[in-house]
């Protein structure tokens, strides 16, 4: 059953490609734009959830869709950012190594037949890498060095709960599986 959170993060997987195709234009309305493709579908993240919890219809389809939704989005707007020259491939690298990381220890805990929830601090993680791409997306139209260093504060930030969470989760789930497998 598709239900209308569900259809949100379909939404949101949509507009992370529509996001791609304006990121890459060079033309200064093509920025405008992808700046608010990318916000409205950074806020369909914090609806889906919400409306899904609060409804009790949170399926397993939701579950499965909305975190590969979120990395879409953000992975994709940090490899545009990326092949630009903005952000630094390493901090990228960091970012997808850790998602490959966790993707990893959820499989083997499924395979287990155990489950990883998202975290706190995978939440804030989302929130702070969308932050940080919200205000480096938003430099891009005004170009202003108070915004290009809040910016690079945020990012770094991100990047600190990044690799906090990867640890976080890995450590959890390592347990998990072990226990289910004594």
Same mark, same amino acid.
């Given at each position: 059953?598709?239900?209308? @959170?569900?259809?949100?993060? #379909?939404?949101?997987?949509?507009?992370?490609?529509?996001?791609?195709? !304006?990121?890459?234009?060079?033309? !200064?309305?093509?920025?405008?734009?992808?700046?608010? +493709? /990318?916000?409205?579908?950074?806020?369909?993240?914090?609806?889906?959830?919400? &409306?899904?919890?609060?409804?009790?219809?949170?399926?397993? =389809?939701?579950? /499965?869709?909305?975190? %590969?939704?979120?990395?879409?989005?953000?992975? %994709?707007? /940090?490899?545009? $950012?990326?092949?630009?020259?903005?952000? @630094? %491939? &390493?901090?990228?690298?960091? *970012?997808?190594?850790?998602? !490959?990381?966790?993707?990893?220890?959820?499989?083997?805990?499924?395979?287990?037949?155990?489950?990883?929830?998202?975290?706190? =601090?995978?939440?804030?993680?989302?929130?702070?890498?969308?932050?940080? $791409?919200? *205000?480096?997306?938003?430099? $891009? #139209?005004?170009?202003?060095?108070? =915004?290009?260093?809040?910016?690079? *504060?945020? $990012?770094? /930030?991100?990047? !600190?709960?990044? +690799?906090?969470?990867?640890?976080?989760? %890995?450590?959890?789930? &390592?347990?998990?599986?072990?226990?289910?497998?004594?």
């Amino acid at each position: 059953m598709i239900t209308g @959170p569900t259809i949100l993060t #379909i939404l949101r997987m949509v507009l992370a490609i529509v996001f791609v195709v !304006f990121a890459c234009l060079s033309e !200064f309305w093509a920025h405008i734009v992808a700046l608010v +493709v /990318f916000v409205v579908a950074a806020v369909t993240d914090q609806i889906d959830g919400h &409306w899904a919890r609060k409804q009790k219809i949170v399926t397993d =389809l939701g579950a /499965f869709l909305d975190p %590969l939704a979120d990395k879409m989005l953000v992975n %994709l707007a /940090f490899l545009v $950012l990326t092949v630009s020259g903005i952000v @630094p %491939l &390493w901090v990228f690298a960091v *970012i997808l190594v850790r998602d !490959f990381a966790v993707d990893g220890m959820r499989m083997m805990a499924a395979r287990a037949g155990t489950t990883i929830s998202a975290s706190i =601090l995978g939440k804030l993680k989302t929130i702070s890498q969308m932050t940080a $791409l919200i *205000i480096i997306l938003a430099n $891009l #139209i005004f170009v202003q060095e108070p =915004l290009a260093i809040i910016g690079n *504060i945020v $990012l770094y /930030f991100a990047l !600190f709960l990044t +690799v906090l969470s990867g640890v976080d989760y %890995l450590i959890k789930g &390592w347990k998990k599986v072990i226990a289910k497998s004594s």
